[in-house]
């Protein structure tokens, strides 16, 4: 069964803290009880509840991502995050499997000739990437260009939290635990600069 635009709505609401588990599945039923099947009568849903007042409603809205998207051969799903280098997407590959696609900031991509420019496309160069398999990192799948000039890369979707969650979750860390992750970051670290890629 296809992922649909609520099932991306509700992922991209929890993974911002904006709604934990019991939450988001009473959400799905209301929204899937007031018929709400596709993007256009989500969006339409959420208008009338925004009407209705509230912040979270506003926020909900920010997460649904506006159609045309797509990244190629990736349908865009919602909207998870912005960083300092661009944007993050929930997206659903071909084969109907989640997936996250990262784009570089329009600015910085269209500046190949400028320092600054070429150094981000460096950085985010996405064909060494896919060459580093590791249990620890976030495979790189895919990437390319959008018509529009928009630079991105397609990662796997790992459905879990951050260490930030995991830290929140535990009110801090053990030193045994902390001690386990960062042996993992650093053996992760190793195969890349095994295959000579240097994180930033």
């Not at 989500?42 to 979270?56: M, S, T």
Request: include cysteine; hydrophobic fraction near 45%; glycine fraction near 8%.
């Amino acid at each position: 069964m296809p992922f649909t635009d609520l099932d991306a709505l509700l992922i991209a609401a929890r993974k911002r803290s904006l709604l934990d588990e019991a939450q988001a599945e009473t959400l799905r039923q209301r929204m899937t009880g007031a018929g709400v099947a596709d993007r256009a009568a989500l969006q339409r849903w959420l208008e009338i509840e925004a009407r209705l007042g509230g912040d979270l409603t506003g926020q909900l809205q920010a997460l649904v991502t506006p159609a045309g998207r797509d990244f190629g051969a990736y349908r865009t799903l919602s909207h998870l995050a912005d960083g300092g280098m661009g944007s993050v997407w929930l997206a659903c590959d071909p084969k109907n499997q989640l997936v996250v696609v990262k784009t570089l900031r329009s600015a910085l991509a269209q500046q190949p000739n400028s320092t600054q420019g070429t150094e981000f496309m460096k950085r985010f160069e996405a064909k060494i990437t896919m060459q580093l398999t590791h249990p620890s990192v976030v495979r790189c799948l895919d990437n390319g260009v959008r018509a529009d000039g928009t630079a991105f890369m397609v990662l796997e979707y790992v459905d879990s939290g951050d260490l930030k969650d995991l830290v929140e979750l535990r009110g801090g860390l053990s030193e045994g635990l902390a001690l386990a992750i960062f042996h993992q970051v650093v053996d992760a670290l190793t195969e890349a600069h095994r295959i000579h890629l240097v994180h930033r």
